[in-house]
């Protein structure tokens, strides 16, 4: 577990001094020289920039910290996780403007590491930082890595049945109701979408519905909704090897609303949360779906199959439609969905989309507050008719000329939302580019502005 801690009496931890632009050329003023021979004329208190000072046995006996411009961007925070030896250092020298929270919470997201497979041999640094709120920090870096094992963890140890114990695990912390319908019993009660897309999958990997129910019956209603695709061939469309590579991540959903659900749950935070995941594998066999095939819903829209590779929309259909029944006062659902999405933003700023103008003010606002960067784009009606079929309701792979098809994607989503507040994040769930804090892998995204923007909503 990443550890950032308050201070205590124990051992002699390294001081770190952050440092913003500003107030460089006072630290020269006061700097050893040891200290500004090392630090150089490069040393410029960029953000991420550390001067490592040692002491008599070449330890860390100092550490000089830059944040850049902006005494509030704790995003250095993370790197100098990734940058420090083991050993125990203590924040003494910050700027005012520094939230001591949220700079134990990057330090933490950036000690990350996924060691199912492989396990590194030091042991991670510690950092005490005065004032932070340890249990805050904890239980939200907790949450980040919960969603990032899930996402690393290859298909063939984590299938539909493996995310459901995942799920399960979750419920029993907290004293959660889960309830999970599996294989031929979907289309019994109701979700034929989500069975048309898994059905193909191997015995022991059926698709399953999961729902997880928390909080006091009378609280407003959170329906977080994910999309649990844990692996995607693209089926019988089948994706080349280069973009089936990362597929084990399509469930990057899933695990994003398991994490966001135990944030919320671990605050206590006074809502009646939903936790909605349809859990299947996009499976080539000779019961898969096929292009051309017509797909009921739980709505009862029917779906034209243009590409089985737009599997996701399909799954989240139902899911959406049974978010609706439980009259939520919020949704919101989360997927890693299309490519389009990365071409607009690339893997780092997830889109989201809403109608609902204070909805997006409050997720913006969340996103700031926990510097846990979004961007919202339009639900463009005009894109709407790409969406006809000519013997269905609708299809799932849109009309070429329309072209964004990640707002093609989230308006077919929309057909199926609840009519209240909604929004829809289209996730990359994974660092393409490791740098120290940040490996490559699966990466948590939006989750922290959504729970900043939780908090604020119903507290």
């Known amino acids: 577990m990443p550890e950032a801690r308050t201070p205590d009496s124990s051992g002699a931890p390294a001081p770190v001094t952050a440092l913003c632009e500003e107030a460089l050329e006072a630290w020269r ?88 497979y492989k396990r590194r041999d030091a042991a991670p640094p510690r950092l005490v930082v005065p004032g932070a709120d340890e249990a805050s920090v904890t239980s939200i870096a907790s949450a980040c890595a919960l969603a990032r094992d899930l996402i690393n963890t290859p298909a063939n140890d984590l299938g539909p049945a493996e995310l459901e114990a995942a799920a399960r695990d979750l419920a029993g912390r907290f004293g959660a109701r889960i309830d999970v319908i599996v294989g031929e019993a979907l289309l ?35 329906a977080l909704v994910g999309k649990g695709v844990v692996f995607d061939t693209g089926g019988l469309d089948i994706k080349p090897s280069a973009g089936m590579r990362l597929m084990k991540k399509d469930m990057g959903g899933a695990a994003h609303v398991l994490a966001l659900g135990a944030m919320v749950m671990e605050a206590g935070l006074p809502v009646r949360l939903s936790i909605l995941v349809p859990a299947v594998e996009n499976a080539i066999g000779g019961d898969a779906m096929r292009p051309g095939d017509v797909l009921a819903t739980r709505k009862g829209l029917s779906v034209e199959v243009g590409n089985t590779d737009a599997e996701g929309r399909l799954i989240l259909a139902d899911a959406l439609t049974r978010a609706t029944e439980l009259r939520p006062d919020l949704t919101l659902d989360l997927a890693t969905l299309t490519g389009a999405a990365r071409v607009a933003l690339g893997p780092q700023l997830p889109p989201f989309f809403t109608d609902d103008e204070a909805l997006a003010s409050a997720i913006e606002s969340g996103a700031r507050k926990a510097q846990d960067p979004v961007w919202r784009l339009p639900l463009w009606k005009g894109y709407l008719p790409s969406l006809d079929s000519e013997i269905a309701d609708l299809k799932n792979d849109p009309d070429a000329w329309a072209q964004a098809g990640a707002m093609t994607a989230a308006l077919f989503l929309q057909k199926f939302a609840p009519s209240g507040a909604w929004a829809h994040f289209d996730i990359f769930a994974w660092n393409p580019r490791g740098q120290p804090g940040s490996p490559s892998g699966g990466e948590a995204q939006a989750i922290r502005a959504l729970f900043a923007m939780l908090k604020a909503r119903y507290t």
């Open 29 to 116: 003023q006061t700097a050893s020289a040891l200290e500004l021979g090392l630090a150089g004329p490069e040393f410029r208190a960029r953000a991420g920039q550390v001067v490592l000072v040692p002491g008599p046995d070449g330890s860390p006996a100092r550490v000089i910290l830059g944040l850049g411009p902006h005494p509030g961007d704790v995003s250095a925070f993370r790197t100098l996780a990734g940058r420090l030896p083991a050993g125990a250092f203590s924040l003494q020298g910050a700027p005012g403007g520094l939230d001591p929270t949220d700079a134990a919470l990057a330090f933490a997201l950036g000690l990350y590491r996924f060691e199912r």
């Open 188 to 222: 019994a009660k109701g979700y034929p979408a989500v069975h048309a897309v898994g059905r193909a999958a191997a015995p022991g990997r059926e698709p399953r519905m999961i729902e997880i129910t928390w909080g006091e019956a009378d609280a407003p209603v959170v």
